[in-house]
């Protein structure tokens, strides 16, 4: 097979080329008679003829003797430099006899071979002389067909090479969100571990929780109990204390291995909680209802669930709360009585009932019973009718910080100051 030659071949080699430029780079070749259009082109092909005194082995073509000056000179003056009117003419078939270094940088740029490479094996059917203009015609599709293949296996590469960068970036981003998460964990692991630590150091230390207590001893203390305190005996701002005694209602509940209540008082509300500490001994820790949170007046005492009485009694030590400096601590006895279980406690109050009685008044409500009401006030020892009560909050029941004289009223200091 006989490979062409002359205008015929150039002008097939260049409109190919200009075909594959445009393909590659977007960039649209205007095919007119401006040399301009063609500069472009003319420095590909130069890229490519400047090389051919040293690609003869390589590339399969005719040898060139090597530029005398190479790199004295710039494009458009070196000895193998295409310029845009040679790819014009040549273009448009108005050479009979083209450069061989243009016709070689051609083949190079097309087929990746010389024309001497490309006689030995021709990869072009349109480049041969005598071929069926049919025959050529199948041939150029299956070259358009191969060209598109290489296209497609090039944007399949670009897209796997893609979806390779993204997958890695994506992989970065999750490896530094696994160890962020990590680092998370083990600062919270350690965080935690710490406050369990604390909390079982503070819990060994304070005591607290030392017993779980049993069901029957959850019940028998939960409920709702009156409370009574003979303590106002031991304000000495009061000429009118002496076989005072008031009279609270405390809501206790269950919660997590500890009790918390509320007692509800003639003038001062009180909260707080109790443990047992043992069977049937429990502690109680109290203080002043208030707005601020800030612990006024606590009060500590020990209570015991003693069998086979109508009532309890705890020994506290709680305060007089006497006026400004007088108010001091003091021991007491303080008596519970329970009323039952469940139900809600409601203060009652802006009523002619409040008015009359001078006192607090807390509503007991509970399904499918009657309400119970309490009157919360001072009163007189005398005026209760339980013998046995009167003897374990009477002036006797107060033990004072530190002995002192007038404070507690006896029947002798009373009668002395009627």
């Known amino acids: 097979m006989k490979v062409k030659a002359g205008k015929e071949e150039i002008g097939y080699l260049l409109e190919k080329v200009i075909d594959t430029y445009e393909l590659a780079t977007g960039q649209r070749i205007i095919r007119n008679t401006n040399p301009k259009n063609y500069e472009d082109i003319a420095k590909l092909l130069s890229s490519i003829s400047n090389e051919l005194p040293n690609t003869a082995g390589q590339l399969n073509h005719d040898s060139y003797p090597p530029d005398p000056n190479p790199r004295q000179v710039d494009y458009p003056r070196r000895k193998y430099d295409i310029t845009g009117v040679q ?15 243009l016709i070689d940088a051609c083949y190079i740029y097309l087929y990746g071979v010389g024309r001497k490479g490309f006689s030995e094996n021709p990869q072009d059917i349109n480049l041969i002389e005598g071929v069926d203009a049919s025959v050529a015609l199948q041939l150029d599709k ?12 090039q944007e399949q590469e670009a897209t796997k090479q893609q979806l390779t960068k993204t ?47 049993t069901q029957a001893e959850i019940d028998s203390l ?49 909260i707080g909680y109790m443990q047992f500490e043992a069977p049937a001994l429990v502690s109680i820790y109290s203080r002043v209802k208030n707005k601020s949170g800030k612990v006024e007046s606590p009060i500590h005492a020990l209570l015991r669930l003693d069998k086979g009485k109508g ?28 009323q039952g279980k469940g139900g809600a406690l ?10 009359n009685c001078h006192c607090k008044i807390i509503k007991w409500i509970q399904p499918d ?50």
Request: proline content about 4%.
């Open 87 to 101: 790819v014009k003419d040549a273009y448009n078939q108005l050479v009979a006899n083209p450069r061989s270094f």
């Open 142 to 153: 299956q070259e358009a067909l191969r060209q598109q293949l290489v296209i497609c296996q």
């Open 167 to 213: 997958y890695r970036q994506k992989r970065r981003v999750w490896l530094a969100s696994l160890l962020i998460c990590l680092a998370l964990l083990g600062m919270v692991s350690a965080r935690w571990l710490i406050e369990r630590n604390e909390w079982a150091t503070v819990r060994k230390d304070l005591n607290i929780l030392p017993y779980q207590p």
């Open 222 to 270: 939960s409920g709702i109990w009156l409370y009574y305190t003979g303590a106002p005996q031991a304000r000495a701002n009061d000429p009118n204390r002496f076989h005072q005694v008031a009279n609270n209602l405390v809501e206790i509940s269950y919660k997590n291995g500890y009790f918390i209540f509320n007692r509800h008082g003639a003038n001062i509300d009180h």
């Open 311 to 338: 009532y309890l009694t705890s020994i506290a030590t709680t305060w007089s709360f006497d006026m400004g400096d007088g108010n001091d601590m003091i021991g007491i006895r303080n008596v519970f009585i329970k």
């Open 346 to 355: 409601e203060e009652i109050t802006n009523t002619t009932e409040n008015a």
């Open 369 to 418: 019973k009657p309400a119970k009401t309490f009157q919360l006030k001072y009163r007189l020892l005398d005026t209760l009718a339980n013998e046995s009560l009167k003897a374990l909050i009477n002036e006797k029941s107060i033990l004072l910080r530190e002995p002192r004289e007038g404070v507690i009223l006896s029947p002798a200091l009373n009668e002395e100051q009627r």
